[in-house]
């Protein structure tokens, strides 16, 4: 029965699964009940969390899978990742744990949809390639598309060159609606930047993500009581940031990725 309770359902609980038997006439504890899944197979993990994906957006995952399924990894090596991110100033996004196998973090039960951007904050633009970490900046207003310009016209191009890119290299960003405006196309192209097409609903693919991810990790273990302190330590966790770990998370082949 628990089993079957937390295979159609992984966010049971220990306490949910301990009522259920009770209800049954049957007495056991929490342990038991970790127990019994753990020789399963099955363990107690945080719910992975994946964008919220519409028909549209799974199909045009497997277009972008399929245009790049046998691309060489010279060719993502020549690609600069950019996004923005959030960074709280006290606290933690609320996590839910589901029970599951190895390896099956990313299936559609044991994950919680999410869209972009869900006290006290900063916002940050990134970029980074295989080569190391590119430019952070903390963007201070309300970016729109002129400020959006503004910061590539600043940054991206500079990153580049310190980052010593190969001729031809490709820039990545996604579909938010800044980035894709006419006025910021017109610009990438009379600066002559290639831009690699990018299926919408997608930050999942980006492995800036996992330099985020880490970035927030070392940000969280650090004293920080006010904004100003926030975004200096930011600055100083990005820079430290070794070439070798922005190589680990430019791992970013479609044949990898999840389409739903």
């Not at 919220?52 to 690609?79: G, T, Y």
Request: overall charge positive; hydrophobic content about 35%; charged content about 30%.
């Amino acid at each position: 029965m628990i089993t079957r309770t937390v295979s159609k359902n992984p966010r049971t609980t220990r306490g949910d699964l301990v009522n259920d038997l009770q209800r049954a006439g049957t007495k056991v504890t929490k342990a038991t009940i970790s127990n019994t899944l753990r020789h399963q197979g099955l363990k107690s993990c945080s719910a992975r969390r994946v964008p919220l994906l519409k028909p549209v957006h799974v199909q045009a995952r497997l277009k972008f899978a399929r245009e790049h399924l046998d691309d060489p990894e010279e060719d993502w090596e020549n690609v600069i990742w950019s996004d923005e991110t959030k960074i709280e100033l006290f606290g933690k996004n609320s996590t839910r744990r589901v029970w599951r196998r190895k390896n099956a973090e990313l299936h559609p039960k044991n994950t919680i949809p999410t869209v972009k951007h869900g006290g006290g904050n900063i916002m940050l633009w990134g970029c980074f390639s295989a080569k190391g970490p590119g430019r952070l900046i903390r963007v201070k207003e309300r970016m729109n598309g002129a400020m959006y310009r503004e910061i590539l016209s600043d940054n991206l191009l500079p990153s580049a060159r310190a980052l010593k890119m190969k001729r031809r290299w490709v820039f990545q960003h996604d579909n938010d609606p800044k980035h894709p405006a006419r006025a910021t196309k017109e610009w990438l192209r009379k600066k002559h930047f290639k831009v690699m097409e990018w299926p919408s609903q997608s930050p999942d693919l980006n492995p800036i993500e996992n330099l985020w991810r880490e970035l927030k990790v070392c940000v969280a273990q650090r004293q920080h009581q006010n904004i100003t302190a926030l975004e200096e330590i930011c600055m100083e966790e990005w820079a430290k940031i070794p070439a070798t770990a922005t190589t680990r998370s430019e791992r970013c082949h479609p044949d990898h990725m999840t389409i739903s």
